[in-house]
């Protein structure tokens, strides 16, 4: 699992062109998946037959596959890069980063306008410097539209812990590629690697309506409660999955908040409610759509999210591999 | 002269139906079937049966505008905006108000009576009403009825180098182009939707993409441009007179790439000047579009105008020549085969 | 007979937080079961009444919709000592909590106490400044170790409020946002018993409102009715208030005027009012409504779409005070206004063009 991880979060997948993460994804499910396409909002399904073609039941696991990123909004004279952000990104946390443009592979720096303190920064004060000197070079390597994502990669602290720029949500991909690997259910599983969500969740807006499964599932990431000042969360890295119960964006129907609870005491896996009220995710746009659909949750805990260095347990990870497990086997 | 005849109409957002009467006047003539939606947007169908990809062309008819939500008893109206207002530009404009259509002023308190303290801020919302020239509220009321709408009293002028001004380009140059364009035959099932609500949160075109469901569509707008003495580059988001602007990312959309770039590519083979908007601030119908069903290819084609959501908004002519050039030779690509999904 | 007051205090007194609407959905049903032809269940949480209009042809279809779930806390973190911390599921303005009384629903409902530090102990400057959510406690009195028998992580609180009368019709207790309109609902669905009614008609006790309007986007998908109806509260007047954004309590319900609202509704419905002499109030809004109303005006193709409000003062708090009045009128108005909706009527509400 920890190197399938790693391997996930190498490629860049800005919302909107999250086409290396998506191919490598891609590769990496059709040997062992029934079916295979791609939508407009550049959304991949994996599809996996329930275990007997009687079945007319299926369940939707979706993890996003975007990360937030940078977007090329202007190029000036030098061949300098403005830009926007794509997702809930601060200014302060990028000055000196190093980030890569997904469609070109060039990588770049991020500077800011001299003299501006660090809490007055804004976007309009960042540019992404990419090593040329004038326009006509820039536009080799990045133009307006291309959009650039942190490029730290993978690291390893202790013997549980994990740290990379994209853990939200690669650990939750590998998840769902995990299940789509291994999983034995009665319903037709659709694995969905969702683009666009730290937008605003547009791909599992069009996912869930083309597919109107009967249940869905959202692999992601929540932030934890366990450091210094942190925020009134009980979540805490290394003490088991986070089951969901509520985010920004929906509260989980105690049926299946329920059964998830199940599935993790049958299969002896630690588990953690998580409550969540300002973190967004794929749920509340799948939950809404069309006359509604039952969309539950189970969340690796991970700190720092938003930065480049964001963390998770290996063992919140394996709890969550052993639930999602238990409650696909268990549905029918 | 259709842009005066448009711009100068009455339509705040959620109470388009002047604009809409004036339209429909347009184009009843054109079109195989024209009806409105439960919300009020007014559809135009054309060649139903043509083969090739379904197309919904849009351009939202309503405007940034305010209602009148109290008369006090000097007569004067409290007002509230439909859709975005810096309330900095308000004070000291002509307004009309109601379905009389009044003249009426934005009035405050005069500067001679402010404290200087005071004159160092820009005046608020609550600070600001609407003088009409009643002497009491019983004389205010015989006129205007809480609820009632009021909209700047531009009138449409032709300006300086081929530029034109007027209160609500954003987008009744959009409506504009789409009135030219579907007086035009193609071999094409192209449906045209005047939308209503676009400024208080892209609300009507949801609703004619979900009843369309089209293969293709582009909106076509008055979008942000401030190229203007001291914006550096990246804070302009157009140029005016640099022609159509096509949507890149907007806080709404990220665009389509592949149907952007074949707009792009269309513009330099028929040598109509294109420009991308550089901005992700702001956003079109295209963002409720775009996520209707299981996902439309859309693009936004746009005409820089300056002091959008302000009095006095700014367009060249030669843009807006260029975007109805420019949308033709899109649709006559796309009937001939230039561009599939 | 139905007993209106009766009924909203057994729906007040319920708890149904946003996700956990089940036993205000079983009050509702218990009490409108035997007024109506058939109740459904849907699969995220709504509950719908069904009442089959009569005569020939097509039969209208109008949707009403009265959110069932309440604005509550949740146990967000069991601190050293068994104190709770807690998280929003809607707002609540965190000044009136302070000193107020919950019940806490675990494995069994317990009671509770937000802290709050004594004066003796706070400066005068302390005593300026509010206390966020974050760090406010409940105390249930009990060992840490008593407490995580009974609580966990993800509990439902509610306010601890029994619902009192005050002077004539005036009632006040918690969750009258939205129970007064579940109430309404419920009286329209009464009174239509009275009278001949050609549009089938949906009542729906919506889920998630309070969160955003989750549970009438799907309902109104579900049943995709020809007209739908909104009745939800809305700010009763208080002194230094703006008279557009407040209507008084006792003079009827209130009607909205606004781009959310179809205008032949707006304008049928208050017609009818003056006709029937029924108290009405006009209340202007100049977009969002932040009621079951915005969702319901774009799903699909577009819904022609009305709101009714029910005028109510400390709205969010557990002293939500109303006029019983109000939310009479409001029933009776409703169940006359369906009775006139016949399929000319609503072939009108998509006609905008004159001629």
Redesign the interface.
């Known amino acids: 699992m920890k190197d399938l991880i790693r391997s996930l979060t190498i490629p860049s997948g800005p919302s909107g062109y999250e086409l290396p993460i998506k191919n490598d994804i891609r590769q990496i499910v059709t040997p062992f998946i029934d079916e295979c396409y791609e939508d407009i909002l550049g959304n991949l399904y994996a599809v996996k037959n329930a275990k007997s073609s009687s079945s007319d039941k299926t369940v939707m696991l979706v993890a996003h596959m975007d990360e937030p990123a940078l977007s090329v909004i202007d190029m000036d004279d030098h061949g300098f890069l403005r830009i926007a952000p794509l997702g809930p990104l601060r200014p302060s946390a990028l000055v000196g980063a190093r980030v890569v443009f997904a469609r070109t592979g060039r990588r770049g720096i991020v500077g800011a306008d001299h003299g501006i303190a660090l809490k007055d920064l804004e976007f309009a004060h960042l540019f992404i410097d990419i090593g040329v000197s004038n326009p006509t070079d820039a536009n080799n390597y990045a133009q307006i539209g291309d959009a650039a994502t942190f490029a730290y990669g993978f690291d390893e602290i202790g013997d549980h812990m994990i740290v990379g720029h994209a853990l939200d949500n690669r650990v939750g991909c590998a998840l769902l590629i995990d299940a789509l690997q291994h999983a034995q259910s009665e319903y037709t599983i659709v694995g969905v690697f969702s683009a666009q969500q730290a937008v605003g969740s547009r791909g599992a807006k069009v996912a869930a309506h083309r597919i109107h499964p009967n249940v869905s599932l959202v692999l992601d990431v929540s932030p934890t409660g366990d450091t210094p000042k942190s925020e009134n969360s009980a979540l805490e890295l290394g003490q088991g999955a986070g089951i969901k119960v509520l985010d920004a964006s929906m509260v989980v129907a105690p049926k299946w908040r329920d059964s998830l609870i199940e599935a993790a005491k049958t299969a002896h896996a630690r588990y953690q409610m998580d409550v969540s009220p300002h973190t967004t995710s794929d749920a509340g746009a799948i939950f809404l759509t069309q006359d509604g659909i039952p969309t539950c949750g189970l969340s690796i805990p991970a700190r720092y999210l938003f930065t480049p260095s964001q963390m998770v347990h290996l063992d919140d990870v394996t709890s969550a591999q052993q639930i999602l497990s238990s409650w696909l086997s268990r549905l029918g | 002269m259709l842009l005066k005849k448009l711009t100068e109409a009455f339509g705040p957002?959620?109470?388009e139906?002047e604009i809409?009467?004036v339209i429909?006047e347009e184009i009843k003539s054109y079109g195989d079937s024209?009806?409105?939606?439960?919300?009020?947007?007014?559809i135009v169908e054309t060649n139903l049966e043509a083969k090739g990809p379904k197309l919904l062309v849009v351009a939202h008819m309503d405007e940034v505008g305010f209602?009148?939500?109290?008369i006090n008893d000097y007569g004067l109206l409290?007002f509230?905006?439909?859709?975005g207002v810096d309330p900095r530009i308000l004070v000291s404009k002509p307004v009309l108000v109601g379905p009389n259509r009044l003249y009426g002023v934005i009035g405050s308190k005069a500067v001679h009576l402010q404290e200087p303290e005071e004159r160092e801020h820009p005046l608020q919302l609550q600070q600001l009403y609407i003088d009409i020239g009643a002497h009491s509220r019983e004389e205010a009321e015989k006129y205007v009825t809480?609820?009632d709408l009021a909209v700047f009293a531009t009138k449409y002028e032709e300006v300086g180098d081929r530029r034109a001004k007027s209160k609500s380009f954003d987008d009744r140059v959009g409506c504009a182009v789409l009135i030219e364009t579907l007086k035009k035959k193609f071999n094409l099932p192209i449906v045209y939707a005047f939308t209503v609500?676009e400024e208080?949160?892209l609300?009507g075109a949801?609703?004619?993409a979900?009843?369309v469901k089209p293969d293709l569509a582009i909106v076509i707008e008055g979008t942000v441009c401030f190229d203007v003495v001291e914006t550096p580059?990246?804070?302009q988001s157009t140029i005016q007179g640099a022609g159509p602007a096509l949507s890149?990312?907007d806080s709404k959309t990220?665009?389509?790439?592949t149907f952007?770039e074949h707009i792009l590519e269309v513009g330099a083979q028929e040598g109509i000047p294109v420009q991308?908007r550089?901005?992700?601030?702001g956003a079109n119908d295209i963002g409720a579009i775009?996520?209707t069903?299981?996902?439309?290819?859309s693009a936004a084609i746009s005409v820089p105008t300056r002091y959008i959501h302000a009095p006095s908004q700014m367009i060249s002519l030669d843009d807006f020549f260029n975007t109805v050039r420019l949308l033709e030779a899109v649709l006559r690509s796309i009937e001939q085969g230039g561009f599939s999904? | 007979m139905l007993d209106g007051k009766q009924l909203l205090i057994r729906l007040t007194e319920t708890a149904g937080g946003s996700g956990d609407e089940s036993r205000v959905a079983g009050v509702l049903r218990e009490a409108a079961e035997s007024l109506v032809d058939e109740v459904t269940l849907d699969s995220v949480g709504n509950i719908t009444l069904i009442t089959r209009g009569t005569g020939d042809g097509p039969h209208p279809r109008v949707m009403l919709t009265a959110h069932t779930d309440e604005i509550t806390l949740m146990v967000a973190k069991i601190e050293k000592g068994g104190f709770l911390r807690v998280a929003q599921v809607g707002g609540f303005d965190s000044r009136t909590l302070l000193g107020q009384e919950v019940m806490v629903h675990g494995t069994s409902t317990i009671m509770g106490i937000i802290g709050s530090k004594p004066p003796h102990l706070s400066t005068l400057e302390e005593r300026k400044k509010t206390i966020p959510l974050q760090e406010l406690f409940i105390d249930l009195g009990m060992s840490e170790q008593h407490v995580r028998e009974i609580v966990a992580v993800g509990d439902r609180i509610t306010m601890n409020r029994h619902t009192i009368h005050l002077l004539g019709h005036r009632m006040s207790g918690k969750a009258m946002d939205n129970r007064a309109s579940v109430t309404a609902m419920t009286i329209c669905l009464d009174e239509l018993r009275k009278l001949h009614h050609h549009a089938d008609v949906y009542a729906v006790g919506t889920m998630q409102e309070e969160i955003g309007s989750k549970g009438a986007q799907t309902a109104a998908f579900h049943h995709m009715p020809d007209i739908a109806i909104a009745i939800d509260v809305c700010h009763g007047e208080t002194p230094g208030v703006s008279s557009d954004l407040a209507k008084k309590l006792g003079e009827g319900p209130v009607l909205t005027l606004g781009p959310r609202i179809h205008p032949k509704l707006f304008t049928a419905v208050r017609d009818l009012a003056n006709m029937e002499n029924i108290p009405l109030q006009v209340e202007v809004s100049q977009g969002p409504t932040w009621t079951d109303a915005d969702p319901m005006q774009i799903v699909q193709i577009g819904i022609p779409t009305v709101l009714i409000s029910i005028p109510l003062r400390y709205m969010h708090t557990s002293v939500e005070t109303l006029d019983f009045e109000d939310i009479r009128f409001a029933g009776i108005l409703l169940a006359r206004f369906i009775a006139t909706i016949d399929s000319a009527f609503v072939e009108g509400l998509t006609c905008y063009l004159k001629n």
Request: charged share 20%; proline share 3%.
């Open positions: 957002s959620g109470f139906d809409r009467q429909y024209i009806y409105t939606d439960a919300l009020g947007t007014l209602m009148i939500v109290d409290r509230r905006p439909l859709g809480v609820g609500q208080t949160g609300r949801g609703p004619v979900y009843r580059s990246h804070g890149v990312v990220i665009g389509h790439r952007r991308l550089r901005t992700i601030g775009h996520l069903g299981m996902g439309i290819v999904i």
